[in-house]
């Protein structure tokens, strides 16, 4: 899974989360972290979301989502992510997407906008 941005720019992004098979997990997680660093290496997250802080709903379709603000990306620099996605239910991490997020250039500022 990769996302692709301008910086500074709002992105929904939803995911369900399946079985091998293809069907709805049909899991209730106790917390799900989607956080960002430069590198796997980095020992400091850029910004994450959790359904623990509410930055991560679920949804009544049994998706999730969250929304990548300005705010999150504003700071950083146009280049490419990582990312990760944790599910964790109980004491075990059920599961992890790894992903890249692209922030690539503005066109229209928030001050063109207007």
């Known amino acids: ?37 430069s590198t796997f290496q980095d020992k400091s997250f850029l910004f994450q979301k959790r359904l623990g802080n509410g930055t991560i709903t679920r949804e009544p379709d049994g998706s999730y989502a969250f929304v990548i603000r300005p705010e999150d990306t504003d700071g950083l620099r146009v280049a490419k992510y ?19 997020l692209i922030l690539t250039n503005e066109v229209t500022f928030a001050g063109n906008e207007g």
């Not at 996302?3 to 079985?19: E, L, N």
């Not at 990582?82 to 991490?93: M, R």
């Open 82 to 100: 990582v990312f990760d996605i944790e599910l964790v239910l109980g004491s075990e991490i059920k599961q992890t997407t790894v992903g890249e």
């Open 1 to 37: 899974m990769n996302i692709t941005m301008p910086r500074g720019d709002i992105r929904p992004v939803s995911f369900t989360v399946t079985q091998a098979n293809g069907t709805d997990a049909g899991l209730e997680f106790d917390e799900i972290y989607f956080t960002v660093k």
